[in-house]
C-alpha cells in the first residue's frame, strides 16, 4: 500500500468521509497533532489502526467528535461539569475520560468502561468529522513510542506504507497532545498536561483539580495511558535536556542540535559550534505556547538531519511549561 497525500479540498475531504464510512484509515490533521482515524463503528479499522501504529491493542484510543454533535449514546450520561468543559474549551485541545454509552465499542475503549472524547478544532478535522457522521477514534499517527506528527510528511515517512490515505492541513496551531483531564472520580484529574492547563479548568469548574504531578505519584495511576510510559515521543538521536550553564564543560564527538530561546543558551551554543565543530543551533521564540508547537517538528528535524544528539534548552519548572517538560521528560528518557 503506499498512501495517497490528499490536499483538504472540499470534495477530498468527502472522500475521506466516504473512505472512514466504509472502513478505511485516514490519517487527518488537528490542532495538536496529526491523527490516524478509524470510524468507531467499523471495527476491522480500528483493529488496523492498532497494527499500523504497531501499538498494544489494550491502549485507549480517543474518539473525536464535530461541535455539536449528538453524544448521547457515546458516553453514559452529559453531566454539568462536562457541559461546563465542553462550553469553555470546545472545539479545542481537551479530551475528557468519562463512562461511555451503549454504543461506544470496547475495542474503542481498551475493554475499558470510560471513553476519552474530544472536539478538535481544526477546521480539516471539522469538516471531516461533520461529513462522517459518527466518532473518529485517533492516536496520534506516528508509530508506537516515536515523535507525534506535526505534518503531513512525517505520517507519510512513517506510515505511507500501511496506510491509504493521508489529509493535509495547516500546520497544528498547538503542536503537542491535548489535555486529558479524567471525570471518572469526584476530583477531576490531570491524566496529561497540554495546553488547557488544572488551572484553566479549576476557573471554569470552581473546584480543586487533581494537576498531573499528583496524579502520576498515585500508585497504580492509570497505566493504559500510553503518554504515561516513562519513554515515549522519542526520536532516534539522544535528546538531553540542559541549562545554559551545563553546556560550557561539554565535549561532542558526534554531529548535535542545540535547541534553546534564551540568548544565554544559544550563546553557550554557539561557542560550542566554535569548539567542537559539527553542531547546529536552532533558535526557537520563547513562549512555551510556540516552543511546544515547534517541539516535535525540531525533535525530527534531528534525525533528518542525520544528528546523534539533541541538546534542548531546560525550561522553567512553572505550569505553564509543564506540558513541554512532561513532554521533554519523555523524550529524554
Ligand atoms: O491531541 C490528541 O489527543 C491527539 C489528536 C490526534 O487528537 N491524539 C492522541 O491520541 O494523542 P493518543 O492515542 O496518542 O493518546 C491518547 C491517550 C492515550 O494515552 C490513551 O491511553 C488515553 O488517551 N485515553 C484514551 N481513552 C482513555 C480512557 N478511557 N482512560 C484513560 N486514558 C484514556
Ligand atoms: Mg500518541
Same mark, same amino acid.
Given at each position: 500500500?503506499?498512501?495517497?497525500?490528499?490536499?483538504?479540498? @472540499?470534495?477530498?475531504?468527502?472522500?475521506?468521509?466516504?473512505?472512514?464510512?466504509?472502513?478505511?484509515?485516514?490519517? =487527518? +490533521? &488537528?490542532?495538536?497533532?496529526?491523527?490516524?482515524?478509524?470510524?468507531?463503528?467499523?471495527?476491522?479499522?480500528?483493529?488496523?489502526?492498532?497494527?499500523?501504529?504497531?501499538?498494544?491493542?489494550?491502549?485507549?484510543?480517543?474518539?473525536?467528535?464535530?461541535?455539536?454533535?449528538?453524544?448521547?449514546?457515546?458516553v453514559a450520561e452529559l453531566t454539568l461539569t462536562m457541559q461546563k468543559l465542553m462550553?469553555? =474549551?470546545?472545539?479545542?485541545?481537551l479530551t475528557l475520560v468519562v463512562p461511555k454509552?451503549?454504543?461506544?465499542?470496547?475495542?474503542? &475503549?481498551?475493554?475499558?468502561?470510560s471513553v476519552g472524547i474530544?472536539?478538535?478544532?481544526?477546521?480539516?478535522?471539522?469538516?471531516?468529522?461533520?461529513?462522517?457522521?459518527?466518532?473518529?477514534?485517533?492516536?496520534?499517527?506516528?508509530?508506537?513510542?516515536?515523535?507525534?506528527?506535526?505534518?503531513?510528511?512525517?505520517?507519510? @515517512?512513517?506510515?505511507?506504507?500501511?496506510?491509504?490515505?493521508?489529509?493535509?492541513?495547516?500546520?497544528?496551531?498547538?503542536?503537542?497532545?491535548?489535555?486529558i483531564v479524567s471525570l471518572l472520580d469526584d476530583q477531576p484529574a490531570i491524566l496529561?498536561?497540554?495546553?488547557?492547563?488544572?488551572?484553566?479548568i479549576?476557573?471554569?469548574l470552581?473546584v480543586?483539580v487533581k494537576?498531573?504531578?499528583?496524579?502520576?505519584? &498515585?500508585?497504580?495511576?492509570?497505566?493504559?495511558?500510553?503518554?504515561?510510559?516513562?519513554?515515549?515521543?522519542?526520536?532516534?538521536?539522544?535528546?538531553?535536556?540542559?541549562?545554559?550553564?551545563?553546556?560550557?564543560?561539554?565535549?561532542?564527538?558526534?554531529? &548535535?542540535?542545540?535547541?534553546?530561546?534564551?540568548?544565554? =543558551?544559544?550563546?553557550?551554543?554557539?561557542?560550542?559550534?566554535?569548539?567542537?565543530?559539527?553542531?547546529?543551533?536552532?533558535?526557537?521564540?520563547?513562549?512555551?505556547?510556540?516552543?511546544?508547537?515547534?517541539?516535535?517538528?525540531?525533535?525530527?528535524?534531528?534525525?533528518?538531519?542525520?544528528?546523534?544528539?539533541?541538546? =534542548?534548552?531546560?525550561?522553567?519548572?512553572? +505550569?505553564?511549561?509543564? @506540558?513541554?517538560?512532561?513532554?521533554?521528560?519523555?523524550?529524554?528518557?
Amino acid at each position: 500500500m503506499h498512501a495517497e497525500l490528499l490536499v483538504p479540498s @472540499a470534495s477530498n475531504i468527502k472522500r475521506c468521509a466516504q473512505a472512514l464510512q466504509s472502513g478505511e484509515l485516514v490519517a =487527518f +490533521p &488537528t490542532e495538536t497533532v496529526f491523527g490516524l482515524g478509524a470510524a468507531v463503528s467499523q471495527l476491522g479499522a480500528i483493529e488496523g489502526i492498532f497494527k499500523a501504529k504497531g501499538r498494544p491493542s489494550e491502549h485507549p484510543l480517543i474518539a473525536h467528535v464535530a461541535p455539536g454533535a449528538e453524544l448521547t449514546g457515546w458516553v453514559a450520561e452529559l453531566t454539568l461539569t462536562m457541559q461546563k468543559l465542553m462550553n469553555a =474549551f470546545w472545539p479545542g485541545p481537551l479530551t475528557l475520560v468519562v463512562p461511555k454509552g451503549e454504543r461506544m465499542p470496547f475495542e474503542v &475503549t481498551g475493554g475499558q468502561n470510560s471513553v476519552g472524547i474530544r472536539c478538535p478544532s481544526h477546521p480539516v478535522a471539522i469538516e471531516l468529522l461533520k461529513a462522517t457522521g459518527v466518532p473518529v477514534a485517533a492516536p496520534s499517527a506516528n508509530r508506537f513510542g516515536k515523535v507525534s506528527p506535526t505534518r503531513a510528511s512525517h505520517v507519510l @515517512a512513517e506510515l505511507g506504507d500501511r496506510i491509504p490515505f493521508i489529509l493535509d492541513g495547516d500546520v497544528p496551531e498547538v503542536g503537542i497532545e491535548s489535555t486529558i483531564v479524567s471525570l471518572l472520580d469526584d476530583q477531576p484529574a490531570i491524566l496529561r498536561p497540554g495546553a488547557i492547563t488544572a488551572a484553566q479548568i479549576e476557573a471554569v469548574l470552581g473546584v480543586a483539580v487533581k494537576s498531573h504531578g499528583e496524579v502520576s505519584k &498515585t500508585p497504580n495511576a492509570n497505566p493504559r495511558v500510553s503518554g504515561a510510559l516513562e519513554k515515549h515521543y522519542s526520536p532516534d538521536a539522544k535528546v538531553w535536556v540542559l541549562q545554559a550553564s551545563e553546556l560550557a564543560a561539554l565535549q561532542l564527538q558526534n554531529k &548535535t542540535l542545540c535547541v534553546g530561546w534564551t540568548d544565554e =543558551f544559544l550563546a553557550q551554543a554557539d561557542a560550542l559550534r566554535e569548539k567542537c565543530g559539527e553542531v547546529l543551533v536552532e533558535a526557537l521564540s520563547d513562549k512555551p505556547g510556540e516552543v511546544a508547537k515547534a517541539l516535535y517538528a525540531t525533535l525530527r528535524q534531528a534525525d533528518e538531519l542525520a544528528c546523534r544528539q539533541v541538546l =534542548f534548552e531546560k525550561p522553567g519548572q512553572t +505550569p505553564d511549561w509543564e @506540558a513541554v517538560n512532561d513532554r521533554l521528560k519523555r523524550a529524554s528518557a
